[in-house]
């Protein structure tokens, strides 16, 4: 690798260079992307102290409905406060029910509150309060949210005391009247999720890294509430078999910009680029000019759309460092899964003997990137990959194995915790090759030896689920979780057991494998079906039949017992 210190052009230079790439190179979008649709009619119910609650109602006098739930004290007992709020909305009517339970979306929100007459102990407060079955958008000015979530449901407000997001919030809410479609995000494919098999609980890494619980295991499947999901795009990245894909961009349209946009730049600027991903909601022009004409900033909907699969990707297509520009509005769970993905990124980097390219970066602005810039530009410079993407994990170890054999080709193995990466290991004296962890691996890493009583096994596709683990009934199976630097051994389909078939000893049928018949022997040889004719167990299902009706039609009191 050679050094990317020597800079060819001036920063006005690279610029232009930049302008140029980024308006030629285009990412291709789903031109009728899925959609999900709400709709509103406008009844809207404000929680929190009855004098806020109802100067905010005055304000919301377009509104189909308004209905205040008051579970906060009054703020304050001022006489002119007091006489304003007694003549604010006077036909707007107050419950004072505690509140037990919000559930829903825009046009859609379902409001618990304890019943204080009759038998039910809670009520639907929209069915008292508008005689309707839920409240189209919710105002909550308590002190806490009524809601504790990190990434709340459209159509719920909450402001608390905040003077401007009440503003925000009454600005908005007449404008949510009628019909409205979001992406529909993210994609599951069942087929080759590892969350459930045979009644076993494999892999959950979506379900734990959801800021908008709009992740669920139904029936023991993943699903996806679309009306709830926010686009945020951790559980795409946490997913190591792909089985939850991003849809806005699809995983390959990213991919696919992410190759030609630093193609572009490399052949165009002379210079290896500095990826920046960035939440599309910063301000237009601090990913503008402002910039470093060196960076391409990438725009995302939520910066952990991208995965460690692109930022490995973009370092061998030949970009010197990838930043990942982390903002306070970044839900705190999506902020704690990038830094454990970035972590592992560089200890995989590292081990290589390649520098820790791949930061999280809390600031873009140009004298403060200033010093991380000098540094990167004087790492060796990576020889680009040729390697299209394909699969999710086939595409990281594409990268990552590029990235080795540009640095010290090693080909060890890095042993971490908690990674979906390893290897399966086998007590091989122990196996009777029932098969049982070939039927419940999602990913097909595990296989059976076809004609030969075999169990064979693909380190590159093991997902480290530990459903295989479960599965086997004689306990002998473990995880090693690691990175394998080696791809042909991480590629080979390697026996794990093998052993010739057990030939029936009549007819000389294969019938089962020799374990299996050994472990009968030793389990129900005793047993007094089998005691009298032990050699009963060595014969195929054929066999085993006709030399059980002979003895019976030798002994006709057999046949009675």
């Known amino acids: 690798m050679s050094s990317n210190s020597n800079k060819m052009h001036s920063q006005p230079q690279l610029k232009l260079v930049r302008q140029s790439v980024m308006a030629q190179t285009r990412i291709i979008q789903n031109l009728i992307p899925p959609t999900v649709s709400y709709t509103t009619q406008g009844n809207v119910l404000i929680i929190g102290p009855e004098d806020l609650a109802r100067l905010a109602a005055a304000k919301l006098s377009s509104m189909a409905s308004r209905v205040i739930l008051a579970t906060d004290p009054v703020t304050s007992q001022d006489d002119a406060h007091l006489e304003a709020v007694m003549n604010a909305a006077p036909q707007v009517e107050s419950f004072y029910n505690p509140l037990h339970a919000i559930k829903g979306f825009l046009g859609q929100f379902q409001v618990l509150v304890e019943n204080d007459a009759g038998d039910e102990k809670t009520v639907q407060l929209s069915q008292v309060a508008i005689r309707k079955p839920h409240f189209d958008i919710l105002l909550d000015l308590s002190l806490e949210p009524s809601l504790s979530l990190e990434m709340l449901p459209p159509g719920y407000f909450y402001v608390g005391r905040d003077e401007t997001k009440l503003a925000d919030a009454l600005a908005q809410i007449p404008e949510l009247i009628g019909e409205f479609d979001k992406p529909r995000y993210v994609k599951v494919n069942s087929d080759i999720c590892a969350h459930y098999r045979h009644g076993m ?11 908008a619980d709009a992740i669920a295991s139904v029936d023991n499947v993943i699903e996806i509430d679309p009306y709830l999901c926010h686009g945020a795009g951790s559980c795409s990245n946490a997913c190591p078999t792909g089985a939850l894909s991003y849809d806005l961009p699809a995983p390959q349209s990213l991919h696919n910009y992410l190759q030609n946009l630093v193609s572009n730049y490399l052949e165009q600027a002379g210079e290896a680029p500095v990826i920046l991903f960035h939440d599309e909601n910063v301000a237009a022009e601090l990913v503008g000019d402002a910039l470093p004409g060196d960076i391409l900033p990438i725009a995302l909907e939520e910066i952990t759309v991208a995965a460690i699969d692109h930022w490995m990707s973009v370092l061998a297509w030949g970009a010197r460092q990838v930043l990942i520009y ?26 290589m003997g390649q520098p820790q390219r791949i930061a999280i970066v809390d600031t873009i602005q140009a004298e403060a990137l200033e010093e991380t810039l000098n540094i990167s530009s004087g790492w060796p410079v990576t020889v680009p990959a040729a390697f299209a993407a394909t699969d999710k994990r086939a595409t990281l170890y594409q990268a990552v194995d590029h990235l080795n054999g540009q640095a010290a080709a090693i080909d060890s193995c890095l042993s971490m915790s908690n990674i979906p990466y390893g290897s399966v290991n086998v007590v091989a004296d122990k196996c009777t090759l029932c098969l049982s962890c070939v039927a419940s691996c999602p990913t097909q890493a595990l296989k059976d030896g076809g004609d030969e009583p075999a169990l064979r096994f693909v380190e590159q596709d093991c997902v480290q689920c530990g459903l295989c683990e479960q599965a086997c009934p004689e306990k002998v199976i473990s995880l090693t979780p690691q990175i394998n630097f080696d791809p042909s051994a991480r590629q080979q389909l390697r026996n794990l057991k093998q052993e010739p078939p057990f030939e029936c000893i009549v ?5 089962a494998t020799q374990s299996m018949v050994q472990r009968m022997l030793d389990m129900v040889g005793s047993h007094s079906a089998f005691n009298t004719n032990i050699e009963r167990l060595k014969m195929c299902g054929d066999c085993r039949v006709k030399d059980l009706f002979e003895d019976i039609l030798q002994d006709p009191e057999m046949q009675l017992r």
Do not use: K, S, Y
């Open 507 to 511: 007819c000389g049928t294969p019938f």
């Open 201 to 211: 609980n494999g892999c959950n890494r979506c379900l734990n890294f959801c800021p």
């Open 326 to 351: 982390n903002t306070t509005a970044t839900a705190p769970t999506l902020t704690q899964m990038l830094q454990g993905e970035v972590a592992l990124a560089n200890r995989i980097l590292d081990e």
